[in-house]
């Protein structure tokens, strides 16, 4: 793990609220989309690729998680103008698109636990998309991150005591103290 040089949270912790940690998140949905265009297309740069992006969310269900996020920041919402399925929590077009982005595939990366990918694929959704979610569940999702990417995935008993101590008012410093430190003896 890596501090940010801008927040000084583990990158990309700071997720929406730091600039530099946003785009390390986006980045991880934008890698997905590349290998997707190279592996489909022989390139990463199609003629077309708000076509490619209304053929990948006519069918979610085909396309890894990352593939169908990056197809979606590449079409604008009708009713809100934001990038589709990222709009306010009051928009029903983007709520309605981000309720069909989970039924894309979730392949675990090689070398993680069984799991890890979901976990990755939520934590990197609600840092994307943080409308309508509650600061703790903010907070303790953008936390998070930093050690699923390192590959590691809490246990049910670790992951339940940090949902109760984040529901608890715990501080910041106290979550990122339980995950950085016991999530990685898991």
Known sequence: MRRCGECGHWEPAGAPGCARCAGLVDEIVEEGWRAFLEREFGTTEPLDERLIAEMVVDEP?????????????????????ARLSRGPAACAACNLANGFRYSAIEIDRP???????????VNVSVARRPYGISES?????????????????????????????????????????????EWSRA
């Open 137 to 181: 569940e903010v907070l303790l999702r953008r936390l998070s991150l930093p050690v699923l990417l390192e590959g590691l995935l809490p246990t049910r008993a670790q992951a339940q005591a940090t949902k109760a101590m984040a529901s608890k008012a715990a501080t910041e410093a106290e979550l990122a103290t339980l995950i950085y430190g």
């Open 61 to 81: 269900g085909k396309h890894p998680w990352r593939v169908v996020d990056a197809a979606y920041d590449r079409l604008t919402c009708a009713e809100c103008g």
């Open 111 to 121: 070398g993680v636990p069984p799991g890890n990918e979901h976990a990755l694929r």
